[in-house]
């Protein structure tokens, strides 16, 4: 009788299993625009809540929905705190945590406002023509400091906001500029600087303390937070271009620099002609940690964590000996050491390091985490954390108990009926024999005994890596849901496995990264029985494009590509990209100084070998890969006979936001892979 009892039980139990994997379903873009995206976590002064920003996507007017939401730290209960239609954003509680500031464009530009933790009517604080962003408090909560765009050359922001109004009327629109970095990323700057101001906290006159043509915080290569208040709030730190090769295009100086409110005295406080950035001060004032980069012109080069002494002068080295990129810095509440994040392997660590005669020391690691916050009291540590197969919610280590927990799961009921699988791992051996990381992801409902397609995904930076993360614009789900296995290999050149390996794509970026991408797809397709070889794709963006257009003429083993802001010509490419000190780095020189490399490298000498069909990616706003390099490659595709396509944006950028033309990239792609990746005869 108990055996027949096991057994109906076993019965139902696989009954149900069954029923609950018939009810799941794949991914599909109306899911995926769905999800919620948690950003900017700010813990309470008493460590009691947190705020934090909630991200909705919009398809019926095409853009986003940003609002304030405020968790308990206590009961992990949870509440909308804003919910206008306009975008509420940047949350920061007041020293006395019964305020919070944010930025809203409710007014019709970005402005400050402020409302109470618990609710209530929100209070509009600045009315700047030139718009407010980046707002923070002082800690004593006598100031508020924030950033806005003005004209240099104006004494004071009337004469900012009236040029500006000249600007917007002025039916000719030309731009006459004498230096370069004249537009960066996806906008012109128009002579305008971001410039650093305070007002008293209960509003008031705006203060420019960082008056002079040039950027704070810098405009490019900058940290997460690049300017903050002394814990006296007597002084003001922040980070700041001066260097004229920079402000050329072709240097990555940035620099620390502290000012007193009450004085208008600038200090300079590094003198490094690499990139300094993200200082923030110990809890008594005495230190300044941040982070540091050794060689200039190299933007890809390891941060070390620094610590300033203010009184001495003095800096010391914390993380000399540890050959890992530092991003993240949070300070113990005693002031005997920091927390910091590096990446490491596809995922991230965080390590502790005392101040005094110390090293660093992994406190956690195997998770992909970012906005660190520690408690009051230092007993917990608090973050986003994120999975292929989850997007960021709210998470805590307690230092205790050495057990780390999520406390929100925003996307439950979004995500509930939907079959993702985890990240899975492989390595093998690579160009010079280095150990080559990736993760292979299998489609819904896998079936180890059918085949599949599979796709390959090349990142960019190229000084990049795939993480363990739910990317919301190369979503590995997204690629995977229509049944192909997705592989996404860290070639040389990637983050998070030494500098050294990092490196190692400087001079190289068609030398060792192709090599270890084909020898990693030789690998798959041995060790994976369920991978038909018959059956492949591989798409890119940025570096990740340029390696497309590389593959383009170097193999025809992929049934077809997808090339998303790809460098196709690398010496025409020089002279439209932004960023010049990008190009003189990884190819040693300018086109005329460094010819051979430009013209080793480029993707365009080999159109003569074209033969993948390949489809074509390109938005009119990207500043950083210009679309001509889009252009370029799809007249080449067309003038060989290779069956091509050219999805052009006119209104977006390097990365494509607009939740409409969102879609339209993922069913265009996902067209052209249906297209060459249908099952062949007989299989």
């Known amino acids: 009788m108990a055996k027949k009892t096991i057994t109906l039980l076993i019965c139902f139990l696989l009954v149900v299993s069954l029923q609950g994997l018939a009810s799941k379903r794949a991914l599909t873009f109306n899911d995926f625009i769905q999800i919620k995206r948690i950003s900017d976590l700010q813990i309470s002064p008493d460590g009691t809540r947190a705020a934090f920003v909630v991200t909705e996507m919009n398809r019926e007017t095409n853009g986003s929905e940003r609002d304030i939401w405020i968790i308990s730290l206590v009961d992990n209960s949870q509440r909308r705190l804003t919910s206008h239609k306009a975008s509420d954003v940047n949350p920061r509680w007041s020293p006395d945590g019964k305020t919070i500031a944010f930025i809203s464009t409710r007014s019709g530009s970005p402005q400050i406002w ?10 509009q604080l600045t009315s700047i023509a030139t718009g407010a962003s980046g707002v923070i408090w002082s800690p004593d909560g006598k ?48 002579g305008k600087r971001s410039h650093l101001f305070i007002i008293p906290s209960e509003g008031g006159k705006a203060v420019d303390m960082t008056p002079g043509d040039f950027d704070t915080p810098p ?14 709030g007597t002084n003001i730190c922040f980070v700041r271009n001066i260097d004229p090769e920079l402000r050329a295009g072709r240097g990555t100086n940035n620099d620390l620099f502290v000012r007193p409110l009450e004085d208008g005295t600038i200090v300079q406080l590094t003198d490094s002609r690499a990139n300094d950035n993200s200082p923030v001060y110990s809890p008594d004032g005495r230190q300044i940690a941040y982070k540091a980069m050794d060689r200039p012109g190299f933007e890809a080069d390891k941060y070390s964590l620094i610590l300033y002494d203010t009184n001495s002068r003095e800096r010391k080295n914390l993380t000399a000996g540890l050959d890992r990129s530092v991003e993240e810095l949070v300070w113990k509440p ?39 916050s520690l408690s009051p009291d230092g007993k917990r540590l608090y973050f986003l954390q994120q999975t292929l197969n989850r997007p960021s919610d709210l998470a805590a280590h307690d230092f205790e108990t050495r057990q780390t927990s999520w406390l929100t799961d925003i996307n439950a009921e979004r995500l509930a009926d939907l079959e993702m699988n985890p990240a899975e791992e492989f390595r093998f051996k690579g160009a010079a024999g280095d150990s080559i990381h990736g993760f292979l992801l299998k489609p819904p409902f896998f079936d180890p005994e059918k085949t599949y397609p ?30 192909y296995v997705v592989a996404m290999i860290n070639f040389h050149g990637s983050t ?49 494009g340029y390696m497309i257009n590389w593959i383009e003429g170097h193999t025809d083993r992929f049934n077809c590509l997808v090339s998303h802001a790809g460098v196709f010509d690398l010496r025409s490419m020089y002279g439209e990209t932004e960023e010049i000190w990008f190009p003189e780095w990884e190819f040693k020189g300018t086109p005329w100084t460094s010819r051979e490399q430009y013209e080793r490298w480029s993707p365009s000498n080999f159109v003569s070998r074209f033969k993948t069909p390949c489809l074509v990616i390109h938005g009119q706003y990207d500043f950083r890969v210009p679309v001509s390099q889009g252009f370029q490659l799809f007249t080449s595709l067309q003038q060989m006979n290779v069956p091509s396509k050219l999805l052009y944006f006119p209104d977006e950028f390097h990365f494509i936001n607009k939740p409409r033309n969102t879609e339209l990239w993922w069913a265009t792609i996902f067209e052209w892979f249906e297209t060459y990746l249908k099952r062949p005869p007989g299989k």
């Not at 405009?219 to 006296?232: A, K, N, W």
């Not at 920091?338 to 390590?351: I, K, P, T």
Request: hydrophobic share 35%.
């Open 219 to 232: 405009i490019s290569l900058g940290g997460s937070r690049d300017y903050t208040f002394s814990p006296d």
């Open 334 to 372: 005693d002031g005997s050491g920091l927390y910091f994040s590096c990446q490491a392997e596809g995922r991230m660590d965080v390590y502790a390091v005392p101040v005094e005669n110390g090293k660093p020391e992994p406190v956690l690691s195997g998770l992909t985490l970012g906005d660190l």
């Open 454 to 483: 599979l796709v390959l995904l090349i990142h960019g930076g190229p000084q990049g890596a795939w993480m363990d993360q739910f990317h919301f614009r190369w979503n590995a789900q997204m690629f995977a849901a229509p049944g």
């Open 114 to 123: 402020t409302i109470g933790p618990d609710g209530g009517e929100s209070i």
């Open 143 to 190: 100031h508020l400091a924030f950033l806005s765009e003005i004209f240099p050359e104006c004494e004071d922001l009337d004469c900012s906001a009236k040029k500006l109004e000249e600007k917007e009327n002025d039916p000719v629109k030309a731009g006459l500029f004498s230096e370069l970095l004249f537009r960066h990323w996806n906008a012109w700057r128009e």
């Open 496 to 544: 998070g496995y030494g500098q050294a390996f990092t490196d190692s794509i400087s001079g190289d970026w068609g030398g060792k990264p192709y090599r270890d991408i084909m020898t990693g797809l030789d690998y798959l397709l041995k060790e994976y029985p369920y991978l038909d070889g018959s059956r492949l794709a591989a798409a890119g963006a940025s570096y990740g």
